[in-house]
């Protein structure tokens, strides 16, 4: 074990190269002490001389050991905050972002400030910021040299975020830029004890190898306990909860007995409050283990907590502190996940009320990123939630599965904080010695045309050559500059001897990755939504459409708007009120859906319908929950729908858009020009409904084809169109069930389609009937011609050209 004196005496062996600035802070007397009992600290003369003297600095050490709310405080007392530059750190979550910028700023009795994707309370006097990494992305979008930042780390980056690995790279090539003009700056890569060699041996991120420091961690013993059985599929796993209850009842008895509290109602009351985001906190029975909340049996709730995207992953640590707290005591059980309220989670900190053990049921997020003092018990499930994506077919589905062992460990080494801990693993050891070592980045499976256009946009044309530090496969690249090209967001390739249509299809040689961005391009980079809602974006001037289309788009990168009611029911009496709310659900989407014109939107328009209504009546919890809608999806939405205008306004200020949250609906007209935008948007996304000639084969009946499925995809029962079943439909996404169901469905006429996607078309030779004609208007001679929708060879009707 490291002591806090060892620091400084190695240090002076070596003279830093430039004289240390010293800034004092002024902190209180008990944050002076805990600091000094974190690991880091015997490590900052090292650290801030590996700083000086180089420009890239690795950092890696245990979860904990003090470097998120340290190395920021090292570089401002060493002045690196004192010029014009600012000292900025990234993190892949919101939650860490705020958390930690209120913990530095408390530690150093200072502002510090944060900036996540709607909120921030930066000054210009601001000295130290924490923020995203999306945030930070969108700035080097706005300034590429970073002129206001003299360092910046990025931290966890052993989570490996796309965000991150690709600020990582920008800033491999940013601070050497940085240093030439002189203007010179620092990067701190921070990260976990996991596989640093991703950014340290990657010669094309880093020519020269940085110096990477490690923090030694006073890690208390902690006895991993496996589960003996074979894990059920079911990944609730409420056996082996219990089991692992019974075998913490062996080594702290609980009190027995404890039946004063009425534990559903006690979780009602939680769940409740969770909506509400005022949690008065239960006190639940320890007798009644199902209390736990990971013992719900629910995934979706859990994982619906986190809806932001970066979070999708899902683990539970449940752990109650301090070896002395009586065992008979109550569990204090306390929510921790990313979309919590910042005083929520703040609550994980503090000492739980007198007379109650607390125990925090968490999301991954306390995984690495949030260190809760004093866990001594942790419950690992063993599991994440985490969207599959097949490249090649387009096809998402949320799976599952074992997570990895590195990340395994980590959630163990959570209990071994403070003294020595135990971790209960619901699972057996041989399925750990299956886990894959480590997690993979997340940029293997995702798709990437967002990021293509975002690295188009910062005039990056040739993406393969970027330094990532774990390169996206070719062919996702490949896909997603075909896509872009299709979008118009890139120039079309320079033609060869091939037409258009076939570069487009064929895969295009890597090193014919390089299309420039387009004008149209720059202004989809600009919105903070993936391009083909940017494209409808871009597209929703006309006929005042825009904030339908906004409102669309908004609703449509918000997970999920609608309760799931399909949960298996806790008894007969949840069941039956189940079963009546699906019934108002259903009746409320036919009723959003509309009739005639409106009704071929389809499911786009049951979002709108649905946003509007909500709109209406104030946005409220009642509202929504009356109405099987997701409360804090339909925030969400309200969030975005502000942020979209803005990105709108900014960008085609002539338009002068503004968000009316008491939208009438649409008319006529403009439902069928949302209709094309939304063709011109999903345009890849078109299927058509299989014919009866084609009908060999049952699977198919009410089926649709796709250009890159074999497989036909469905009309789900919950779509507003289920029942039209229209001959061409394009979806927002294909996701695997039971059955492969198209979400998001619209519907398509078929002329819409050689005349707004003809770069998926091929056009035949002209018609002899009805006769070439000459447009008077613009003396040219015009006739129809035949269409396919190249590739599936799909007959159009003809389209005049
Ligand atoms: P690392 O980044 O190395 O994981 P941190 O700097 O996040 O470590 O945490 C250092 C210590 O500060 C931890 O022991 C953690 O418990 C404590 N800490 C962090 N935030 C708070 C807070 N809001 N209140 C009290 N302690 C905190
Ligand atoms: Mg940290």
């Known amino acids: 074990e490291m002591s806090e004196e060892s ?36 490590e900052e003369q090292v650290i801030m001389e590996a700083v000086r003297e180089n420009s890239f600095v690795v950092l890696c050490g245990e979860t904990g050991s003090g470097k998120t709310t340290q190395v920021p405080q090292f570089l401002y007392e060493a002045g690196y905050a004192s010029g014009t530059g600012i000292i900025g750190v990234t993190e892949p979550r919101r939650v860490a972002a705020v958390s930690m910028s209120h913990r530095v700023a408390k530690e150093m009795n200072l502002v510090v400030s944060y900036q996540i994707r709607y909120e921030g309370n930066v000054t210009s006097d601001t000295k130290i910021k924490f923020m995203t990494d999306g945030v930070l992305l969108k700035e080097i979008q706005k300034d590429f040299l970073l002129q206001r930042y003299s360092v910046i780390i990025i931290d966890e980056a052993h989570e490996r975020s796309v965000y991150t690995d690709i600020l990582i790279g920008l800033l491999s090539r940013i601070v050497p830029l940085r240093n030439k003009k002189g203007l010179p700056m620092k990067l701190i890569v921070m990260s976990a004890t996991l596989r640093v060699e991703d950014f340290t041996e990657n010669r094309k991120l880093f020519p020269t190898p940085p110096p990477v420091i490690k923090v030694e961690a006073r890690q208390f ?36 007995g404890n039946t004063a509290t009425d534990y559903s109602d006690e979780m009602k009351k939680f769940k409740k409050a969770k909506h509400k985001r005022t949690v008065s906190l239960p006190r639940i029975d320890l007798d009644n283990y199902s209390a736990l909340p990971v013992d719900e ?26 070896e002395k707290a009586d065992p008979s005591l109550p569990l204090y ?39 809760i003092p004093g866990i001594k018990y942790v419950v690992d499930c063993g599991r994440v939630k985490k969207r ?198 259903a009746q409320m989407r036919r009723l959003w859906a509309g009739q005639g014109a409106s009704l071929l939107l389809g499911d786009l328009m049951v979002l709108l319908g649905a946003v509007g209504a909500c709109e209406f009546a104030g946005c409220t919890l009642k509202f929504c929950e009356e109405n099987g809608l997701r409360y804090k999806a339909m925030l969400e939405i309200r969030r975005l729908r502000g942020q979209l205008t803005n990105a709108v306004n900014s960008v085609c200020p002539e338009v002068g858009v503004f968000v009316d949250c008491k939208m009438a609906p649409p008319t006529e007209s403009q439902v069928v020009c949302l209709r094309q935008i939304v063709l011109a948007g999903l345009g890849d996304h078109l299927a058509r409904r299989v014919q009866q000639e084609e009908l060999l084969d049952p699977k198919w009946r009410n089926g649709y084809k796709t250009p890159l499925l074999d497989e036909p995809v469905y ?36 002329e819409w389609v050689p005349q707004l996607l003809t770069q998926y078309c091929h056009f035949g030779s002209p018609l002899e009937t009805p006769s070439p004609w000459l447009c008077a208007s613009t003396g040219r001679v015009k006739c129809h011609c035949t269409s396919t929708f190249f590739r599936c060879g799909w007959q159009l009707p003809a389209i005049e050209m």
């Open 221 to 256: 013993p902690v006895s991993v306990h496996f589960n003996k059985r074979t894990p059920l599929e079911d990944y609730t796993g409420e056996a082996e909860v219990h089991s692992v209850c019974r075998r913490l009842r062996r080594a702290f008895p609980f009190r027995r």
């Open 7 to 42: 620091g400084p005496a190695r240090a002076s062996s070596k003279k830093p190269s430039e004289p240390a600035i010293f800034i004092s802070v002024d902190r209180l007397p008990e944050i002076q002490d805990s600091r000094l009992r974190l690991p880091v600290l015997a």
């Open 333 to 371: 059980v306390l929510p921790l996940y990313s979309l919590l309220a910042p005083e929520q989670q703040a609550k994980v900190f503090q000492p739980p009320p007198h007379g109650t053990r607390l125990c925090v049921v968490a999301t991954n997020v306390a995984e690495t990123s949030l260190t």
């Open 297 to 322: 049996g629910d995934e979706d709730r859990l994982a619906g907590i986190d809806d932001e995207g970066s979070d999708l992953e899902l683990g539970d640590d449940a752990a109650d502190t301090e």
């Open 388 to 585: 599959f994506y097949d490249r090649v077919t387009g096809v998402s589905s949320f799976k599952v599965s074992w997570t990895s062992q590195a990340s395994a460990n980590q959630r163990a080494g959570r209990s071994g904080r403070t003294e020595p801990g135990h971790c209960y693993r619901l699972y057996s050891s041989a399925v750990f010695g299956d886990f894959s070592l480590f997690s993979e980045a997340e940029i293997t499976r995702r798709p990437v045309e967002d990021l293509v256009l975002q690295m188009k946009d910062l005039n990056i044309d040739k993406v393969v050559n970027f330094p990532f530090p774990t390169t996206p496969s070719a062919e996702a690249l490949v896909a997603a500059e075909q896509l872009l090209v299709s979008l118009g967001a890139l120039e079309e390739p320079p033609r060869t001897g091939r037409s258009p249509l076939q570069i487009l299809y064929l895969t295009i040689p890597s090193s014919r990755l390089s299309c420039p961005i387009s004008p149209l391009g720059r202004a989809m980079a600009s919105f903070p939504v993936s391009p083909r809602y940017a494209k409808m974006l871009a597209l929703g001037k006309q006929q005042d459409c825009l904030p339908y289309v906004i409102a669309v788009v908004a609703a449509m990168t918000v997970r999920e708007i609608f309760e799931d009611l399909d949960r298996p029911a806790g008894s007969e009496d949840e069941s039956s009120k189940l079963a009546q709310r699906r019934a108002r659900l």
């Open 715 to 750: 009309i789900h029962p919950s779509s507003a169109l289920f029942k039209t079943l229209p001959q061409f439909v394009v979806y927002q996404e294909v996701l695997e069930t039971t059955k492969m169901y198209m979400r998001g469905v619209s519907a398509v006429e078929p």
